[in-house]
């Protein structure tokens, strides 16, 4: 069986940004490349593996109960693009997959609308297979175990969360099942899950934010300076107060609250954290709301960072009732099923795109709020560093 086995398998993120790309960019053009932060070795042939599990997932469609279940849950999504991807179809020729001196190397490029579809798919496959060639299983008794305490003590401390977990899942059996375990045992605090099909499937609210790419887009586009407040614009522009929760790191968290405005923290209802001392964001976002005179006590952040249930809780305590505060919670939930076995650390980002097929290519850079973290040429972030003023 094939690892991805429907059109819902992936993140809400994904279907909500191709849509804002389908109604304002229909005609942009976007390259994504895979990166593996940890540098990983992969097993001789692994490419090809891949390349097979692609090339089956041109065989997925929207099925009738999909569709029924995008309308009812997802309202802000008009007919016009549930129709489209009714049609949908993946194209494994916009993927290329290669190795180089062990390393895996992966690039999908093609219309954005349609490119952007390929990255948490990707991932997931890359994740699951991984594990499966190089012999690592689970752990059954452990990783429920794990996941039962895990949803108690959230529950316990009052944390809210979604499970962020479908990029780097362990595998698709896994997710499924730690899913269904916190629906269970954490009922009162469990928001919901960022996986379409796990949410079609137990019955859970589906959630989810908008994505690095946005930013980047608007950033190659229109230039740095403008990226976050040009993506927060069209954002509105498209899903008038749906989906208010904005990403702050994309150009470090210090620009982005340069550029966030009055209007921009009465509209969107929450901020991301992805990256950096998540004590210290709260502290510069409440400042900032202060300054702005808006009341941080009706705001919340989402923090996304390589969370674990210790450090969500800290978190919260942190914020106390001077903000609000919630979490979305990935690769710990969806990838701890052994003691010895250690998720992995890999991404798809935006290196490249352009306003339409006959224009030059732009390049698309991430600046995180740690070093580790930023992706593009080291030209393209040293140009964006010193537009912003980071150097």
């Known amino acids: 069986m094939s690892i991805i086995n429907s059109v819902l398998d992936t993140d809400l993120y994904k279907f909500t940004t191709s849509y804002a790309y389908s109604k304002l960019f229909p005609r942009a053009f976007g390259e994504f490349e895979f990166v593996d932060r940890s540098n990983d070795d992969y097993p001789d042939g692994?490419?090809?593996?891949?390349?097979?599990?692609?090339?089956?997932?041109?065989?997925?469609?929207?099925?009738?109960?999909?569709?029924?279940?995008?309308?009812?849950?997802?309202?802000?999504?008009?007919?016009?693009y549930i129709d489209f991807?009714?049609?949908?179809?993946f194209d494994s020729s916009e993927v290329k997959v290669w190795m180089e001196d062990?390393?895996?190397?992966?690039?999908?490029?093609?219309?954005?609308?349609?490119?952007?579809?390929?990255?948490?798919?990707?991932?997931a496959t890359v994740s699951e297979l991984y594990f499966k060639v190089t012999g690592q299983t689970v752990d059954t008794?452990?990783?429920?175990?794990?996941?039962?305490?895990?949803?108690?003590?959230?529950?316990?401390?009052n944390v809210n969360y979604s499970l962020f977990g479908m990029r780097r899942r362990f595998s698709f059996e896994v997710e499924d099942r730690v899913t269904k375990l916190l629906k269970k045992h954490s009922q009162k605090n469990y928001f919901g899950t960022s996986n379409m099909y796990m949410a079609f499937k137990h019955n859970v609210k589906v959630s989810g934010t908008h994505p690095h790419?946005?930013?980047?887009?608007?950033?190659?586009?229109?230039?740095?300076?403008?990226?976050?407040?040009?993506?927060?614009e069209n954002w509105i522009n498209v899903?008038?107060?749906?989906?208010?929760?904005?990403?702050?790191?994309?150009?470090?968290?210090?620009?982005?609250?340069?550029?966030?405005?009055?209007?921009?923290?009465?509209?969107f209802t929450s901020?991301?954290?992805?990256?950096g001392d998540p004590m210290e964001f709260v502290d510069k976002v409440i400042k900032r709301y202060e300054e702005l005179?808006?009341?941080?006590?009706?705001?919340?952040?989402?923090?996304?960072?390589?969370?674990?249930?210790?450090?969500?809780?800290?978190?919260?305590?942190?914020?106390?009732?001077?903000?609000?505060?919630?979490?979305?919670?990935?690769?710990?939930?969806?990838n701890d099923v052994d003691k010895n076995i250690k998720g992995m650390n890999i991404v798809m980002k935006l290196f490249r795109c352009k306003m339409t097929e006959k224009e030059a290519w732009h390049e698309c850079v991430k600046l995180s709020d740690v070093e580790g973290k930023h992706t593009g040429s080291k030209h393209e972030i040293h140009l964006a560093q010193e537009t912003l003023g980071l150097i």
Not at 213 to 232: P, R, V
Not at 271 to 275: C, E, G
């Open 293 to 334: 005179r808006v009341n941080p006590q009706i705001k919340y952040i989402v923090f996304s960072d390589s969370l674990n249930v210790e450090k969500a809780i800290a978190i919260k305590e942190y914020c106390g009732d001077r903000i609000g505060a919630s979490f979305g919670i990935g690769t710990n939930l969806t």
């Open 85 to 89: 991807l009714k049609g949908f179809r």
């Open 239 to 267: 899903y008038d107060g749906d989906l208010g929760t904005v990403l702050t790191d994309t150009y470090t968290t210090e620009i982005f609250l340069r550029n966030f405005s009055k209007k921009h923290a009465a509209l």
């Open 46 to 80: 692994f490419d090809k593996l891949v390349k097979e599990e692609l090339k089956s997932m041109e065989d997925l469609f929207l099925t009738s109960d999909e569709e029924q279940f995008l309308k009812k849950n997802l309202p802000y999504l008009p007919p016009t």
């Open 271 to 275: 901020l991301r954290h992805d990256s």
């Open 102 to 123: 062990k390393k895996l190397k992966i690039k999908a490029t093609g219309l954005l609308y349609r490119v952007t579809l390929w990255e948490t798919p990707i991932l």
């Open 141 to 157: 008794s452990y990783m429920e175990q794990s996941a039962i305490e895990k949803a108690k003590l959230l529950t316990e401390n």
């Open 213 to 232: 790419e946005w930013i980047q887009f608007h950033g190659s586009i229109y230039g740095y300076k403008m990226a976050n407040y040009m993506s927060m």
